[in-house]
C-alpha cells in the first residue's frame, strides 16, 4: 500500500515498529510491589475528540483549550467517547487513539476540526466492546488507512468483538447493541490486532491497564448489560475492560477510562498498584455512574476523595447526577469537559 511520506514519516515509523511487538519493556528493576516500571514523561496531552457534551463558550481553565466554533466548523458531539493522546518522553513524542466514538462521520470529521494528523499515530487502543466507542473505529481506518503505516498495532481486550446486549430490568425487554467483528478490521489491512489480558505499553509513557482487578465493595457492574458467550446470552461484567495510565514528572498519575465499567475506583487503585505509584495526578473519562443510586455515588465520591486527585474530568457515561455532585463536593478539582477539549498535563 503506497503511503504518504512526510518529515515526520521515517520517526514516526520507527516508533510504530517498536510497538508492534507486544512490550515487556519497563518491567524491570520496578518499584516494590509494582506489575510495571513506568516512566515519567515531561508532558502529556488528551484531547476529547467526542464526549456526549458539546459547549463553545465555556471558558477555559489553566490545563483547558477548548475547541471554538466558527462558520460551518463545529465540534460534533454524541452518545459516546474518543481520546488522542500524545507523550513527550526523552524529547520525543509518541501519539496514539482511544475510543471511536459512536460512528465514523464523528470522529473523521472531529479529527479535521481539530487540525490532528492520523499519520502520527504510533498505536490504537479500544477500552472494550461497546457500541458508543467502537462504533468509529471501522470507518476512521478505512478512512485513513493511507495514513496509517500497516502493522500498526490496536490493543483490546478479552471479549471485545463479543455480540452485546442491554436489557430493561422492569420490561424484561433486550435490545441489540451489536458487535465489532474482527474480520471488518483485518480485511482493512491497517492494523494488526493485539488482545492483552496483562499491562501493556501503548506508546512510549501511556500503558494500558490489562484486566482490571475488582476490589472495591460497592463496584459491581451494571445489571442490564448482557454478553453472548457460547450461543448463552448473559451477565456482562466487562471483565476484558481496559483503561489507560500515565506518571507526569513530578506530579503524578493520570488515569484514563473509557466507561470504568470495571469502576472508577477499582480503575485508580489498579492504575496505583501495577505501576506502585500513589499520587494521582488526573482522572479522565466515564465513570460510568449514570442511572446510579446515591449511595453509590455517594461511596464512589468518598474513596476519590481520599485519593487527593488534582483533577476530575468526569465525561460521557458518568450522568448528570454525579457530574453534579462531583462539582458540589470537590469544585476545585471538578472540571465539566466538552468535545473538542485538550487537556495539557506539563511536569
Known amino acids: 500500500m503506497k503511503q504518504r511520506i512526510d518529515k515526520n514519516s521515517a520517526e514516526i515509523a520507527n516508533q510504530t515498529m517498536k510497538l508492534r511487538k507486544t512490550s515487556k519493556k519497563g518491567t524491570e528493576n520496578r518499584p516494590g510491589g509494582a506489575l510495571i516500571n513506568l516512566p515519567e514523561v515531561t508532558r502529556m496531552t488528551v484531547t476529547v475528540v467526542t464526549d456526549n457534551y458539546s459547549d463553545a463558550i465555556r471558558p477555559d481553565v489553566s490545563i483547558t483549550k477548548r475547541y471554538r466554533s466558527g462558520p460551518g466548523e463545529s465540534i460534533h458531539a454524541g452518545h459516546g467517547l474518543s481520546f488522542y493522546i500524545e507523550t513527550q518522553l526523552n524529547r520525543k513524542s509518541h501519539a496514539m487513539m482511544f475510543d471511536y466514538g459512536p460512528d465514523a462521520y464523528i470522529a473523521v470529521r472531529n479529527m479535521e476540526l481539530l487540525h490532528i494528523d492520523p499519520g502520527k499515530i504510533n498505536s490504537f487502543g479500544l477500552s472494550h466492546g461497546h457500541l458508543d466507542h467502537w462504533g468509529g473505529l471501522v470507518g476512521f481506518l478505512r478512512h485513513h488507512r493511507d495514513r496509517i503505516l500497516p502493522g500498526t498495532p490496536l490493543y483490546v481486550g478479552p ?3 463479543a455480540h452485546r446486549y442491554s436489557v ?5 425487554v433486550r435490545t441489540d447493541i451489536g458487535r465489532l ?11 494488526e490486532i493485539r488482545e492483552i489480558k496483562e499491562p501493556t505499553e501503548a506508546i512510549p509513557g501511556c500503558w494500558l491497564t490489562g484486566d482490571i482487578e475488582r476490589v472495591t465493595e460497592y463496584e459491581k457492574g451494571t445489571p442490564t448489560l448482557l454478553i453472548k458467550r457460547r450461543g448463552k446470552v448473559e451477565r456482562d461484567f466487562m471483565m476484558g475492560e481496559q483503561g489507560l495510565v500515565s506518571n507526569v514528572k513530578g506530579k503524578g498519575l493520570v488515569v484514563i477510562s473509557g466507561c470504568a465499567h470495571a469502576g472508577i475506583v477499582n480503575t485508580v487503585k489498579h492504575a496505583q498498584k501495577m505501576t506502585g505509584v500513589e499520587r494521582v495526578h488526573a482522572i479522565i473519562g466515564g465513570f460510568h455512574l ?18 487527593k486527585p488534582d483533577y476530575v474530568i468526569a465525561t460521557h457515561c458518568t450522568g448528570f447526577e454525579a457530574m453534579a455532585a462531583f462539582a458540589k463536593e470537590m469544585p476545585d478539582q471538578f472540571i465539566i469537559n466538552t468535545a473538542g477539549t485538550k487537556y495539557t498535563f506539563d511536569s
Request: glycine share 2%.
Open 159 to 161: 471479549e471485545t468483538f
Open 168 to 172: 430493561n430490568l422492569t420490561t424484561l
Open 181 to 191: 467483528r474482527k474480520k471488518d478490521i483485518e480485511s482493512l489491512g491497517a492494523v
Open 290 to 307: 449514570v442511572n446510579s443510586p446515591s449511595d453509590l455515588i455517594s461511596k464512589t465520591m468518598a474513596d476519590i476523595q481520599a485519593m
